[in-house]
């Protein structure tokens, strides 16, 4: 008899076939040779059941049905692809063994699990574990196929994830729903995420700018100028900072300390999916899910990059000599300079920057193969630009600079001068938007956020040498004064959420902390940019270019779900815990069985403390047309299309208390308008009086006088009648300050007054 082979997708088993059976009979659904049978699945042909599949009552949503548990989880075949299962479940008996060909990671195994349990195929089974669809790799990885009894505890792992995720997204979205009368979509790492984007952006909608004052000075020697930004108490006053600037103007000035040392930056590290999504958002705005998209056709179709859902920055032994032999091939494409100026010396087994297999786990950083890419769509070469300049990168030293840090003193001020020399370009060289050599030129360096959002110093990246004689006579020729305001935290991009999700929201700058938050990060590389697809078809955010918005129905989700008492929903750290466990299950250290009596617990708490809660009006949620239609998909996305209707109809428990308005969140402040007596809260478009049923008609457009509005600026305008001085633009151009006045208290009406 012969072996099945069962690949996750037709092109994955097509390109098998090639290879072990290149004279294989192509018979649409499966290719048969003299020893292999190879046909595929298309993704997941297979699923857990949805409730109503356990008991007829659960085709209506009711919350005294709640929570849903089952004994033991029903697997059901998915009715589009049920002929593709058919074709496996007949070839599967001509054969007495079978190898899984899946995606080698979570997913790809269970994919094949649930397959064989539906089928109940009981044939010995071996595993392909491969990272990339080359030939070479495909014959090596059957050569040395593994013992399927190998990967349990991943399947065990993957399972528990699908079964939690189930319990979870089930019982949580019906309970809210029924509750609230309004689809909403709750799950074990979506929520956590949308706290996340949320808590951020309330950040920033809390956040009161100040403004402030730079004094910047221009100090010259003999043979040479530079600059200093004064050192002291931040300047509030444009006076002080006036006065400051004419002190010092036009003064000799002293060297008081020169401090110039050597500096080395090496490569970035090698890309795993979720650095490489980072990197395509902030180069070319890509959405997370576009850039996996590509990187799966670039592995699948055109077979130039390895396995891109990676969670590894890193290789083992075995991948340099692979990785020598793609330099190679590399100097014979488009990549030919920058192939032949690499050292191949720097990459081998000894180099922890890039070999280090004590932190590869099912697979190693995304890597070019030695395929030769043929004609690839203008975005695919993107992606696969931004690979290899990487790859080659680990073949450059590093780049050499020389970091001056001076303190100048003038009329007893101190200013701070930090300038950062090129030496040595290194492999900075290969990165295509660096400059490609010591071309000589100066600029302004970005400061990082510093405290309230600022900037700190700039630095001055130069590629002319600097030099200043610290005994020299030096002298203050110029003093400006540069206004400046403080800024908000940054909303977030998909690529600084994919870095939030991957550290479970810790800001950790530290590379070695970052990389051992990676197993306790917000769901996997391969699931992140579903996650955040998830988040914008169910309504709960909207991009406004690149920047991510939590919308009207997002903040109610979220406020609801603390409200409840069930924070732990929210939180990504407890998520992360979660997401680590079920890292530790696929190696064996940690229970499943224990695992789950916790996800069943947590779904039983949830359960009890929404029920206690009142309902809010649908007013609440902002207007339904905003948000798109939830998407097909897994089991949660379908019951909730089925929920658009049965939410409406809530259980008759709760009729009686529906008429509630509106959930009792924190007021911004008491309304102005006399005799009223209500609260202003923050709706959609605006903050407005909750009397608004008995008639007060006062409200502030978020966004007014070309401003958009905060929460601190309208406790301001409730409590003074005024905010702090603004910065405003006039028709020509010129900024100018004004404070925003409530006019009007019986309206919300507002105006401007200069100061």
């Not at 595993?127 to 495909?138: F, N, P, Q, V």
């Not at 110039?260 to 795993?272: A, F, G, H, I, W």
């Not at 690839?376 to 450059?396: G, S």
Request: glycine fraction near 6%; charged fraction near 30%; aromatic fraction near 8%.
């Amino acid at each position: 008899m012969k072996t099945l082979v069962i690949a996750e997708k037709p092109d994955m088993g097509r390109t098998i076939a090639a290879v072990i059976e290149p004279k294989g009979k192509n018979n649409r659904t499966y290719i048969e040779g003299e020893r292999y049978i190879i046909t595929w699945a298309i993704g997941h042909l297979v699923g857990l059941a949805e409730p109503d599949l356990y008991d007829d009552k659960y085709k209506k949503w009711n919350f005294s049905d709640l929570p849903i548990i089952p004994d033991h989880f029903r697997i059901i075949a998915n009715a589009k692809t049920k002929d593709q299962l058919k074709v496996i479940g007949e070839l599967a008996k001509r054969c007495n063994h079978l190898v899984n060909a899946c995606d080698a990671g979570r997913e790809g195994q269970y994919i094949f699990a649930l397959i064989q349990q539906y089928l109940k195929l009981h044939q010995p089974v071996e595993r392909l574990w491969i990272s990339d669809l080359t030939a070479e790799t495909i014959r090596d990885g059957f050569a040395s196929l593994r013992a399927g009894v190998d990967f349990e505890n991943l399947t065990l792992a993957a399972r528990s994830r699908s079964e939690a995720d189930w319990l979870i997204g089930m019982n949580a979205s019906r309970a809210f729903t029924t509750k609230h009368r309004n689809l909403l979509s709750v799950g074990r790492v979506q929520t956590p995420v949308l706290a996340l984007i949320y808590d951020r952006q309330k950040e920033i909608e809390a956040f009161d700018s100040l403004t402030f004052y730079d004094c910047i000075a221009d100090f010259a020697q003999s043979e040479s100028t530079y600059q200093g930004i004064w050192q002291g108490e931040r300047m509030t006053s444009k006076e002080v900072a006036d006065a400051l600037a004419a002190k010092v103007k036009d003064k000799p000035a002293t060297v008081a300390s020169y401090d110039v040392k050597e500096t080395k930056e090496y490569p970035y590290k090698l890309y795993d999916l979720t650095l490489l999504q980072r990197d395509a958002n902030a180069k070319f705005g890509f959405s997370a899910k576009k850039t996996l998209d590509l990187a799966q056709a670039l592995y699948e179709k055109h077979k130039v990059i390895s396995y891109p859902r990676t969670n590894s920055n890193y290789v083992t032994e075995q991948n340099i000599e692979p990785m020598h032999k793609t330099l190679h091939m590399l100097k014979s494409t488009a990549y030919k300079e920058y192939a032949e100026g690499a050292k191949p010396s720097l990459v081998h087994v000894n180099n922890k920057s890039v070999c280090n297999p004590s932190k590869v786990e099912d697979h190693h950083a995304i890597l070019p193969t030695l395929k030769r890419p043929g004609t690839l769509a203008p975005d695919e070469q993107k992606i696969y630009d931004l690979v290899v300049r990487r790859f080659l990168t680990q073949f450059y030293p590093p780049a050499e600079y020389k970091q001056h840090t001076l303190l100048t003193e003038v009329e007893g001020e101190t200013f701070k001068t930090n300038v950062k020399e090129l030496l040595f370009i290194g492999w900075k060289a290969v990165v295509s938007d660096e400059p490609k050599g010591k071309a000589g030129g100066k600029s302004k360096g970005k400061g990082s956020a510093g405290k309230d959002g600022e900037e700190e110093e700039p630095e001055e990246l130069t590629t002319e040498p600097f030099q200043v004689n610290p005994d020299a006579e030096t002298q203050c020729i110029e003093a400006t004064i540069k206004e400046k305001n403080t800024q908000p935290p940054k909303a977030y991009t998909e690529g600084t959420l994919l870095k939030a999700m991957e550290s479970a929201g810790k800001q950790i700058e530290n590379e070695e902390l970052r990389d051992a938050m990676k197993d306790a990060g917000l769901g996997t590389p391969a699931t992140r940019a579903a996650t955040i697809e998830r988040l914008k078809h169910v309504g709960y955010i909207v991009m406004q270019g690149k920047r991510i918005t939590v919308t009207q129905k997002g903040r109610m989700a979220i406020e609801l779900i603390r409200h409840a008492g069930v924070d732990l929903l929210t939180s990504p750290d407890m998520t992360g815990q979660w997401e680590r466990r079920l890292n530790q299950i696929s190696k064996g250290e940690a229970s499943n069985e224990r695992f789950m009596e916790n996800v069943k617990k947590f779904t039983m708490f949830i359960v009890d403390k929404v029920r206690v809660q009142r309902p809010v009006s649908k007013e609440a949620f902002g207007d339904p047309n905003d948000h798109a239609k939830p998407t097909k998909g897994k089991s949660t996305q379908k019951t909730e299309r089925k929920a658009s209707t049965a939410a409406s109809k809530p259980e008759s428990s709760t009729k009686d208390s529906n008429t509630s308005t509106a959930l009792t969140l924190e007021p911004i402040g008491p309304c102005p308008r006399t005799g009223c007596g209500g609260s202003i809260i923050m709706g959609r478009k605006g903050y407005g009086c909750n009397h608004f049923k008995e008639g007060c008609k006062f409200v502030i457009w978020k966004s007014s006088l070309g401003k958009t509005m905060t929460d601190t600026m309208i406790r301001s305008l409730l409590s003074k009648g005024s905010t702090q001085p603004l910065s405003f633009k006039a028709e020509d151009g010129t900024t100018y300050k004004a404070r925003m006045i409530l006019s009007n208290p019986e309206t919300g009406e507002l105006k401007l007054e200069r100061t």
